[in-house]
């Protein structure tokens, strides 16, 4: 080993470092801010509704100074989000675009309506929120981590049989965005390399939350049967990959989109 080669633990400490996760309080966000908060850094955590925000930050592992709930919706001024921010912790170092709040019309059903929705939640305000962030860092000079949250389904389509007969769909206006989502993210990554920022996308594959799981058992044995590991991925599954991306373990990585599907689109 050089006297410069950091130990592993170094590179993964965020000890120091100050992260936004968006919709932190939601199913996989809530992970994804435990895996920072663990990781050491301060958790500045969203939702649109103020007292979710402060009871989910207030379980974060830490001292208590580790967690901040915020009131934000992708409606509102980002601007004024990010300024409150540095207000209250001084910097800003990683941000995770986790929320999402579009609707699941069919494809005979859909309307422009449900896919401005989609992307102003999935595409439009993660780009602003980011582009922020990255006037922050540039004003501090200092580099910074963006994840992007994506899907299987910005890379390949359902297979219809999935959801057949069974009154739900998977919407063409998610597929949209997602996809839309995972491209925007490498040019983003390319412009902000001269910042030292980076930017990358971790696309979940099939992650359904206990409701979803308790209200249609038939849905999850059709993706289990897809997905070469025979079974839904758990929150806890997308922890390591966050904190890989916003540490310095992470450092030479940017412009990627990661998935973690259970091997859904090896095949
Ligand atoms: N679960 C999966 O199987 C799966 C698979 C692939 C990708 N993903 C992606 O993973 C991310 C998280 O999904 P999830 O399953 O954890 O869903 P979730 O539990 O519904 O979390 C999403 C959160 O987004 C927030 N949100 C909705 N509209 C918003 C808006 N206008 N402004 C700000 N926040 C808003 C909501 O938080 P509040 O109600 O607290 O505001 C909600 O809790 C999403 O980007 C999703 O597309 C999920």
């Given at each position: 080993m050089t006297d410069a080669e950091r130990s592993i633990h170094d590179l993964f400490d965020l000890h120091g470092r100050v992260a936004i996760v968006?919709?932190?309080a939601g199913w996989l966000g809530s992970a994804m801010s435990r895996a920072l908060a663990?990781?050491?850094?301060?958790v500045v955590v969203t939702s649109r509704d103020p007292a979710r925000a402060a009871d989910f930050a207030a379980t974060l592992p830490g001292d208590g100074h580790v967690g901040l709930g915020f009131q934000m919706d992708?409606?509102?001024s980002i601007p004024e989000f990010v300024a409150q921010v540095v207000r209250q912790k001084k910097r800003i170092d990683i941000l995770v675009?986790?929320?999402y709040g579009g609707t699941a019309p069919s494809i005979d059903t859909a309307t422009a309506e449900d896919f401005d929705r989609a992307y102003h939640t999935g595409v439009t305000s993660y780009f602003l929120l980011a582009r922020?962030?990255?006037f922050h860092l540039r004003q501090r000079r200092a580099p910074g981590s963006i994840i992007n949250i994506g899907s299987m389904y910005g890379v390949v389509a359902s297979y219809p049989d999935a959801y057949t007969g069974?009154?739900?769909n998977s919407p063409p206006n998610y597929h949209g965005v997602k996809g839309g989502i995972i491209h925007l993210t490498r040019h983003l990554a390319v412009y902000w390399a001269a910042d030292r920022v980076r930017v990358n996308v971790i696309s979940p594959g099939p992650?359904?939350?206990p409701r979803v799981k308790d209200a249609m058992p038939e849905f999850i044995e059709r993706l289990e049967a897809k997905t070469p590991l025979g079974r839904m991925g758990m929150p806890e599954e997308l922890k390591g990959i966050t904190v890989l991306l916003a540490s310095d373990a992470g450092s030479y990585i940017t412009g990627q989109n990661i998935l973690v599907d259970g091997g859904w689109t090896a095949w």
């Amino acid at each position: 080993m050089t006297d410069a080669e950091r130990s592993i633990h170094d590179l993964f400490d965020l000890h120091g470092r100050v992260a936004i996760v968006t919709g932190a309080a939601g199913w996989l966000g809530s992970a994804m801010s435990r895996a920072l908060a663990e990781a050491g850094a301060q958790v500045v955590v969203t939702s649109r509704d103020p007292a979710r925000a402060a009871d989910f930050a207030a379980t974060l592992p830490g001292d208590g100074h580790v967690g901040l709930g915020f009131q934000m919706d992708y409606a509102d001024s980002i601007p004024e989000f990010v300024a409150q921010v540095v207000r209250q912790k001084k910097r800003i170092d990683i941000l995770v675009n986790n929320a999402y709040g579009g609707t699941a019309p069919s494809i005979d059903t859909a309307t422009a309506e449900d896919f401005d929705r989609a992307y102003h939640t999935g595409v439009t305000s993660y780009f602003l929120l980011a582009r922020e962030v990255v006037f922050h860092l540039r004003q501090r000079r200092a580099p910074g981590s963006i994840i992007n949250i994506g899907s299987m389904y910005g890379v390949v389509a359902s297979y219809p049989d999935a959801y057949t007969g069974l009154g739900i769909n998977s919407p063409p206006n998610y597929h949209g965005v997602k996809g839309g989502i995972i491209h925007l993210t490498r040019h983003l990554a390319v412009y902000w390399a001269a910042d030292r920022v980076r930017v990358n996308v971790i696309s979940p594959g099939p992650f359904p939350s206990p409701r979803v799981k308790d209200a249609m058992p038939e849905f999850i044995e059709r993706l289990e049967a897809k997905t070469p590991l025979g079974r839904m991925g758990m929150p806890e599954e997308l922890k390591g990959i966050t904190v890989l991306l916003a540490s310095d373990a992470g450092s030479y990585i940017t412009g990627q989109n990661i998935l973690v599907d259970g091997g859904w689109t090896a095949w």
